[in-house]
């Protein structure tokens, strides 16, 4: 097996299709069901059946198609490794994130990047929820950026920033005046069972800052009252600032979007202790990173220090 036999069977597998696989591949449909005959013929065993219109593998297809994405990994890494060697200012950067951390750290260190490789062509796969662990079995993936509370097992990481979870409210509503301030605290501190009556805007648990809220209220023992629950970070941070409700919010999230409001903005610190949200670069272990992805997540790295 070699690496063109290799991606052409698994762009059979991914698409179920020859026509979308030969598109996908950039040949013409009969070229690749020829080869595919060949092949097959080779082996002496189908690798997929035919079911209806679709392309499904056998179990000697699964066996193969196992064998053929280790083949295509490591081939796409010395195709990488040889073209960084070869050509250090000419690449592509793939980079998945979700929206709201990509506005907040990646549209700055853009320009200092471009200048030094103004070749290196950046894709950004913005999300709005994300999950890294599904990102990242995406081969053509290079850096995957996202906040967690646990650091991932299976992937190579870096972390980039710790910072605090607050309290977004508008500053018309009475209960900022019972804040206080309190070690250990970057702003002042406010009792979240005060909030017991109010609204809440909230991101589904499975979303980082979602699942922070849920542990919250769990350890207050309180029933929030929720008005509408979100995926857009910047929804939720946005009409908690105008007043509609409360939110919670990465204190980077607020300072970004507080001047962006009409409304009357603040953030206050809760929780029994400071609740941190962890910032981290992730990529597969093993995986060639260019020179030029180095230097991205060289040039994120000191950004994050001094935001």
């Known amino acids: 097996m070699d690496l063109k036999e ?8 991914k698409h179920k299709s020859i026509s979308r696989a030969a598109e996908a591949l950039f040949i013409s449909q009969p070229s690749l069901s020829k080869y595919l005959k ?18 499904l593998p056998t ?31 000419h690449g592509r950067l793939n980079i998945s994130i979700p929206i709201m951390l990509s506005n907040s750290i ?31 079995d995406d081969s053509s993936i290079d850096l995957t950026f996202y906040n967690v509370r646990e650091f991932p097992k299976n992937l190579a990481f870096q972390e980039l920033s710790r910072e605090e979870i607050v ?51 769990k350890d207050y023992e309180m029933i929030p009252h929720v008005l509408m629950h979100t995926r857009n970070s910047e929804m939720s ?7 509609l409700a409360a939110a ?13 409001t009409s409304g009357s903005p603040i953030c206050l610190s809760i929780g029994k202790s400071r609740i941190e949200n962890i910032l981290i670069a992730v990529w597969p272990k093993n995986r060639y990173l260019p020179q030029y992805a ?11 220090a001094v935001r």
């Open 6 to 13: 290799a991606k052409y069977v698994l762009a059979i597998a």
């Open 106 to 136: 990646i549209g700055p260190v853009l320009p200092p990047f471009h200048k030094k490789y103004p070749h290196v062509n950046v894709n950004l796969m913005e999300e709005v929820n994300f999950i890294a662990e599904k990102i990242m």
């Open 59 to 89: 179990y000697l297809g699964e066996r193969y198609i196992y064998y053929a994405e280790q083949i295509a990994q490591y081939g796409s890494q010395w195709d990488q490794e040889f073209d960084d060697i070869m050509h250090q200012n």
């Open 294 to 304: 180095r230097d991205f997540l060289e040039m994120i790295a000191a950004y994050c």
């Open 167 to 217: 309290l977004v409210l508008s500053s018309d509503n009475p209960l900022v005046k019972k804040a206080v301030p309190k070690a250990g605290f970057s702003y002042p501190w406010i009792d979240l069972r005060l909030l017991a009556n109010e609204n809440f805007i909230l991101l589904y648990p499975d979303q980082n800052t979602g699942g922070l809220a849920l542990e919250l209220f």
């Open 237 to 243: 941070i946005c009409l908690a600032m105008e007043g």
């Open 248 to 260: 919670f919010a990465p204190e980077s999230y607020y300072h970004f979007l507080k001047d962006r």
């Open 38 to 55: 060949n092949l097959e013929q080779q082996l002496g065993s189908p690798l997929f059946s035919r079911v209806g219109s679709q392309y």
